[in-house]
């Protein structure tokens, strides 16, 4: 039965024809073969990847461990399950503005060069476009909880103090 199946792309993609296949029992949805555990790590390390465009930024402090730093709090389930979507079209997918909110944090609490950059100059480089868009615009709405503060600085505190040992 496998041999007669066509794989469906976008430009194939048309909704009469696919409804007339599911009335007569020919269509047939493969399921995602990425388990949720998968998914939620594929997330993260996107994530990594979009703050790493802002490595440079980092204050002198931070400067040659801002890449742990993101790790260590991207171990934490509260925060990084946070910045993660749970619904809509965009679920298992990272949340932007979040990260845009939780950067901004950070920028406050000196991880960033805040004498040099705004929150707006690191949006810009994480996007890698010139002007801002809706992952700005939309961090504002998305702010930190009060938990999620506390234990940020908790873990930057620690964060400075296992550097310095170092």
Same mark, same amino acid.
């Given at each position: 039965?496998?041999? +007669?199946? +066509?794989? $469906?792309?976008?430009?194939?993609?048309?909704?009469?024809?696919?409804?007339?296949?599911?009335? *007569?029992?020919?269509?047939?949805? =493969?399921?995602?073969?990425?388990?949720? *555990?998968?998914?939620?790590?594929?997330?993260?390390?996107?994530?990594?990847?979009? $703050?790493?465009?802002?490595?440079?930024?980092?204050?002198?402090?931070?400067?040659?461990?801002?890449?742990?730093?993101?790790? *260590?709090?991207?171990?934490?389930?509260?925060?990084?399950?946070?910045?993660?979507?749970?619904?809509? +079209?965009?679920?298992?997918?990272?949340?932007?503005?979040?990260?845009?909110?939780?950067?901004?944090?950070?920028?406050?609490?000196?991880?960033?060069?805040?004498?040099?950059?705004?929150? $707006?100059?690191?949006?810009?480089?994480?996007? =890698?476009?010139?002007?801002? @868009?809706?992952?700005?615009?939309?961090?504002?709405?998305?702010?930190?909880?009060?938990?999620?503060?506390?234990?940020? @600085?908790?873990?930057? +505190?620690?964060?400075?103090?296992?550097? *310095?040992?170092?």
């Amino acid at each position: 039965m496998e041999a +007669k199946l +066509k794989p $469906v792309t976008l430009s194939d993609f048309n909704t009469a024809t696919l409804r007339k296949a599911a009335r *007569e029992g020919r269509l047939f949805i =493969q399921p995602s073969s990425l388990s949720p *555990e998968e998914a939620r790590q594929r997330a993260l390390n996107d994530i990594l990847q979009y $703050v790493g465009r802002i490595d440079a930024c980092a204050s002198q402090q931070y400067a040659g461990h801002i890449r742990a730093l993101w790790q *260590e709090i991207l171990v934490h389930a509260e925060i990084a399950d946070s910045l993660i979507t749970t619904r809509g +079209k965009h679920e298992g997918q990272p949340n932007w503005c979040r990260v845009t909110s939780l950067v901004a944090f950070l920028l406050d609490r000196g991880v960033y060069r805040i004498q040099e950059f705004t929150t $707006v100059d690191l949006h810009l480089r994480m996007e =890698q476009v010139t002007r801002r @868009n809706n992952h700005y615009t939309g961090s504002g709405t998305v702010c930190l909880t009060r938990e999620h503060r506390v234990m940020l @600085n908790r873990l930057l +505190k620690e964060f400075s103090l296992k550097s *310095e040992e170092k």
